[in-house]
């Protein structure tokens, strides 16, 4: 059976409490010895690079050493060698160390993720060894001054600021039949693309939004980067009982599910300056069943690709909300009558559905 056992005694250099050496004992029996190498380079705070040479596993027990020299016994405990130079250490076959087959190279990013780039360099270039260091936003590489370079250059490619653009939405909610009188109709689900339809229906909204019989929901502005969603929720979340039975015992918890408006939004750049964007809505709207003692939820989604220029706007609709109204009212001492006092008692429920239109601006920043 595979443990690992991890046993940390600190020690302070000399009376000096402001500079701490750390030193651990350390007890593996029959661990991965990739494993064990990379926590006791966390442990000590140290950068380590494996190649594909280091495989296996490992049985050590070492006793207050400094993580420098555990490292070097795992290795050697496994036939490997070990090698530090700039603050990195190497660990690989002796063969490969003996023969000297390069260096350590640090590359910081300046506007990229670490992992993102390494990935991206990966599907560029074979036989380039990379490791990502996320402490540090950087790459490292172990190799050639010549193979480098070619990891230079096609890292200074892609270690770019990304386009930011800006995102204004405004989001109006109208009663149907207002809209339907007012000339407004979104048959399904419509992306108003034609300049002169836009400015109509801009038009008759700011009008019935000025006569209180439209209202502005939202007016969110969000700003992301080229490739990176960004995500505007307008609503709130409904809690969902849920039940789990473990030996016998029952355990009552709750979820949250999120409803309202959600807009999921994704823009590309290119390079004649029109953006190219991915765009996700969706309504989701709860309702109450009784005879059920839960929550069903009514959805509305459309996803769609455009291309804009910067700046243009889009708009969105046929997205329909429904809003459900229940009122009770009664005739005071009357309505208390026994059987006659139901006549003196009014309900009412009444449903209302709304037309969500969703306009949408991008621009470069």
């Known amino acids: 059976m595979k443990r690992i056992l991890f046993v940390f005694l600190l020690a302070l250099l000399g009376l000096s409490f402001c500079r701490p050496v750390l030193a651990f004992s350390i007890n593996v029996v029959d661990g991965d010895v990739c494993e064990v190498l990379r926590s006791t380079a966390r442990i000590g705070k140290l950068n380590v690079i494996l190649d594909d040479s280091v495989q296996g596993n490992v049985t050590v027990a070492i006793k207050n050493m400094s993580p420098e020299d555990a490292i070097r016994y795992i290795a050697l405990a496994r036939g ?7 603050g ?13 087959f390069g260096s350590v190279h640090v590359f910081p990013l300046k506007y990229g993720n670490s992992e993102d780039i390494l990935s991206a360099v990966k599907l560029q270039a074979d036989g380039i060894k990379l490791w990502a260091d996320s402490s540090a936003n950087a790459l490292l590489m172990y190799g050639t001054n010549s193979q480098a370079e070619d990891a230079r250059r096609i890292i200074d490619k892609l270690d770019v600021p990304s386009p930011q653009v800006s995102l204004e939405a405004k989001i109006v ?44 929901l939202s007016r969110p502005n969000i700003m992301t980067v080229q490739g990176r969603e960004a995500v505007i929720n307008i609503g709130g979340e ?15 918890s709750f979820t949250y599910r999120q409803t309202g408006i959600i807009l999921r939004y994704t823009p590309y750049v290119n390079d004649d300056g029109y953006i190219t964007a991915k765009v996700h809505t969706e309504i989701s709207t709860p309702s109450y069943v ?74 470069l920043v």
């Open 290 to 363: 009784e005879e059920m003692g839960a929550y069903k939820f009514s959805n509305r989604s459309a996803d769609t690709v455009v291309r804009l220029k910067d700046g243009e706007t889009m708009v969105i609709g046929g997205l329909i909300g429904k809003e459900e109204t229940k009122s009770f009212s009664k005739v005071p001492f009357l309505s208390e009558i026994p059987i006659l006092g139901k006549l003196f008692t009014y309900k009412n429920n009444s449903s209302t559905e709304n037309e969500i239109v969703i306009f949408l601006t991008a621009k």
């Open 88 to 100: 990195t250490i190497i660990v690989s076959n002796r063969s490969a160390i003996e023969a000297g």
């Open 80 to 86: 490997l060698s070990f090698v530090q130079e700039n």
């Open 173 to 216: 909610s109208v009663e149907k039949n207002t809209a339907k009188k007012m000339g407004i109709s979104f048959d399904g689900l419509n992306l108003e693309t034609r300049n002169s339809d836009k400015l109509h229906a801009k038009a008759v909204l700011d009008a019935l939004s000025r006569d209180g019989r439209a209202d502005v």
């Open 238 to 252: 409904v809690p969902i009982p849920t039940n789990s039975v473990t030996n016998s015992t029952t355990t009552n």
